[in-house]
């Protein structure tokens, strides 16, 4: 990794971690749900752009929104593939992480594979039955971001470690 | 003291961990040449998974993680058992780079 690239990456890892911050204060504040997943979805991005420069470099990087899917299981296989045998981390991990990293990457407004899924954590949109459906009143049911959903647990730690290493 | 691993044996190190926290992970080769003499020169995985966007040639790359027992960086490239069929001549091409796909560590 150039040197340049090096600060790129940092960059983007310390981005990360302070979105991750900003959205814990949204948990305290009790923030509407569609603005803790903004910035679930935004740390996510971030930290996986800083694994992606380190592996393409910054010039290489595509300028799309569409890699948390495939890049946060990878930095999940990698991290918890180096603990000990005996952690508890099984496959059920890796397999939730990447369930909930296809979620995370649909939340940005940009995405919404192929049209079949409006819903997004930032602007109005418009549902299959024309209705005007707005982020601050939406449910997300496919993501529980609660401090109690083991999943989420997990992937914001991730997201934190995985982050650091590059900060 | 206890003498530092090759990068060959952190490598299988790495595809076993990987093997035993991903179901859907079905094969890693290495990707060589390995530059044992350049510590910074990262450790380059092919890793097949069910599943995975087929995105093609895009390398993520990982530092060294001492505490942990690798103390080399590593790149991963992820790619679908699709995409694997279709890898000729066992080169991988991205950017101007051209790797060769080279033994493999593990399959599922």
Not at chain 1, 32 to 61: D, P, T, W, Y
């Amino acid at each position: 990794m150039t040197a340049k690239d090096r600060q790129w990456a940092r960059g983007f890892a310390r981005q990360a971690i302070s979105d991750l911050r900003v959205r814990e204060q949204l948990v305290d504040s009790k923030a509407e749900k569609c603005h803790r997943l903004h910035f679930l979805q935004m740390a996510a991005e971030k930290a996986s752009k800083a694994f992606l420069i380190a592996g393409n470099g910054h010039e290489n990087v595509k300028n799309s929104h569409a890699y948390i899917a495939t890049t946060l299981p990878m930095i999940a296989r990698a991290f918890y593939g180096k603990l000990n045998p005996k952690s508890e981390i099984g496959g059920w991990q890796v397999q939730a992480i990447r369930r909930y990293a296809g979620e995370i990457q649909l939340l940005a407004p940009a995405l919404n594979n192929g049209d079949t899924r409006r819903d997004n954590s930032e602007y109005p949109w418009e549902d299959a039955q024309g209705n005007v459906c707005v982020p601050c009143e939406y449910s997300f049911p496919n993501i529980d971001d609660r401090d109690q959903d083991r999943v989420i647990v997990l992937l914001i730690r991730l997201i934190r470690q995985a982050a650091e290493s590059y900060s | 003291m206890t003498m530092r691993k090759t990068k060959l044996e952190t490598a299988k190190s790495l595809a076993e961990g990987h093997f035993r926290v991903d179901p859907n992970l079905v094969r890693v080769h290495l990707i060589e040449p390995i530059d044992q003499t350049d510590p910074d020169d990262p450790i380059r995985l092919l890793e097949v998974v069910k599943g995975t966007f087929e995105r093609g040639i895009e390398p993520v790359g990982f530092t060294a993680d001492p505490a942990h027992g690798v103390e080399y960086p590593s790149i991963i490239v992820e790619i679908s058992p699709e995409e694997y069929k279709t890898v000729s001549q066992g080169k991988l091409h991205f950017a101007n780079r051209e790797w060769t796909i080279g033994a493999e560590l593990a399959a599922r």
